[in-house]
């Protein structure tokens, strides 16, 4: 039984041999051929010539925009560097190694081009030091597509926060090989280069309108894509005759604002118009400046927590800012001419009286124009209040009473023993005339006081629908202003979709420059 197993085993190894030596070479021999005698050379550009350049296509794939740091300046994004150039001593004949197209090498065992992020503001800026493999395929084409997550230099301007709008540029090329040495193009001009043969050195700058993959792209939950955009730049530095290329990405994209719209300005607008009541509560109810300042209180607490979301700069005054402190202004000034109409309201009508000016502005003109009652009754029964009380004394005149003082102490004086009617002697009648006289001055002094507060009252009222209105006018006409600075506010444009990219594709364009020259 076990020669048996042995005989079978050893059967089965020849006809595994047979069949290795009867098939055709595969990958195993295009390794041995290739990779193993070419690897000595990686260090030296793959040309024939050493005056011809490398033309190498270049892209990238967005698949993240991880975050925007404000503060810093600085943009993240989840990026795939697309690189593709041929390599003259890698080609062979798919059918002479049994049908097999490409094969995976790693990136060190071929040269790779030193494409670096100009723009950087992290660690990881040196493609060289991916671990990914290169794709080399039987016609030379070498495409090598490391994933890398950048941190970009990045002007933000936050002054329309939280309606911003923001522009970045990622600035790629090679760190030392110049233009003629690596001819870099934009992979958009890969078609247009092969139909009109350029094999040499393109001297032309061109812009690509959609130049960002973007069929991996996981839309951002803060921010939304609204534009990618290239540049192929041509620059003669100071220091060197030769061009270096470099190609810039632009991307376009805008804050989503209904975090902020909902936590912010929400309740910036609640506390900016709950100012407004200050002046539509009665100003005997004594709690308009407890009112004011319990506003001013959640203003500043509300704006402690603001600043922690809105980004720290001492370049511009962000939108928000802008009205917080708009805000805060109105809260203030509710506080100061609160204290005003307090004031009148309360004001001791025997050390002050309403002068005649403000009676005919703030009781008879004003009043009809803040329709408003006039308060004409209130003369009328001071009127009414005061004939009662001279039909006893037709006038309150100091000399005139002092005239029928002396005519009464005549009397008592000459006819202090007569009898009137038998009953009252003139002394008696005098002394109630004098009790009579006294008691219309209390009266009327009474009438005068009431009337005058009354007054005061009535200005008070009419100050404070006139504040109610400015300031009301005032918040409205501040809220508009100040938010509809903001570009973005009515901003129809939609962003870009993973799933419209064949869409994109479609209306790619490339427009070259010859122009420039230097």
Not at 263 to 285: H, K, M, N, Q
Not at 464 to 486: E, H, K, M, N, P
Request: one cysteine or more; aromatic letters at 12%; glycine letters at 4%.
């Amino acid at each position: 039984m076990a020669r048996d197993v042995e005989l079978l085993t050893v059967l089965s190894l020849v006809s595994i041999f047979e069949a290795i030596n009867a098939s055709p070479p595969g990958l195993a021999h295009l390794y041995s051929d290739f990779y193993l005698s070419r690897t000595s050379y990686r260090y030296a550009r793959p040309v024939v010539n050493n005056s011809q350049p490398v033309i190498m296509y270049m892209n990238v794939s967005l698949t993240q925009i991880m975050d925007v740091d404000e503060k810093n300046q600085i943009i993240k994004l989840n990026m795939w560097v697309l690189q593709e150039w041929t390599d003259p001593f890698f080609i062979w004949h798919p059918e002479s190694y049994g049908g097999v197209d490409h094969m995976l090498l790693p990136s060190d065992a071929l040269w790779t081009p030193d494409v670096v992020l100009y723009s950087n503001a992290g660690s990881d800026w040196d493609l060289s030091q991916s671990s990914t493999k290169l794709k080399v395929y039987y016609d030379g084409t070498v495409v090598w597509k490391p994933p890398v997550i950048y941190e970009s230099t990045c002007d933000i301007n936050v002054e329309f926060f939280p309606f911003d709008m923001q522009d970045c540029r990622l600035k790629m090329g090679t760190w030392t090989y110049h233009g003629l040495h690596i001819d870099l193009r934009h992979l958009a001009q890969k078609a247009e280069a092969k139909r009109l043969n350029r094999i040499k050195f393109d001297d032309c700058e061109a812009e690509i309108n959609y130049a960002v993959d973007l069929s991996e792209y996981v839309e951002n939950t803060e921010w939304d894509l609204l534009q990618v955009s290239a540049k192929r730049n041509i620059v003669y530095y100071a220091c060197c005759p030769e061009p270096y290329l470099d190609i810039t990405f632009f991307l376009k994209f805008r804050r989503q604002s209904l975090f902020y719209g909902i936590s912010l300005i929400c309740p910036c607008l609640a506390i900016s118009f709950l100012t407004i009541c200050v002046f539509y509560l009665p100003a005997d109810s004594q709690e308009k400046i407890t009112l004011s300042i319990s506003i001013l209180i959640a203003l500043t607490v509300f704006m402690m927590m603001v600043f922690d979301l809105t980004p720290p700069t001492s370049l511009v005054v962000p939108l928000i800012t802008k009205y917080l402190m708009f805000t805060m202004i109105l809260v203030s000034l509710s506080i100061l001419v609160s204290t005003v109409v307090l004031n009148v309201r309360y004001r001791s009508p025997h050390v002050n009286k309403v002068p005649d000016w403000a009676k005919r502005l703030f009781l008879q003109t004003l009043p009809g124009t803040l329709c408003m009652d006039r308060r004409a009754p209130v003369e009328d029964i001071s009127h009414s209040s005061y004939h009662g009380a001279d039909c006893l004394e037709d006038d309150d005149d100091d000399e005139k009473e002092e005239e029928d003082e002396e005519r009464l102490e005549s009397m008592e004086e000459n006819d202090s023993t007569d009898v009137i009617d038998g009953e009252v002697s003139v002394h008696d009648m005098a002394r109630a005339v004098r009790g009579v006289r006294s008691i219309a001055r209390r009266i009327r002094a009474d009438i005068r006081s009431s009337t005058s507060t009354e007054e005061w009252k009535y200005v008070a009222l009419v100050l404070d629908r006139i504040f109610l209105l400015s300031f009301g006018l005032s918040a409205i006409v501040g809220t508009f202003g100040i938010f509809f600075q903001a570009p973005t506010l009515f901003d129809t444009q939609k962003p870009l979709r993973r799933e419209l990219v064949h869409e994109y594709e479609s209306n790619l364009t490339v427009v070259r420059n010859c122009s420039y020259r230097g």
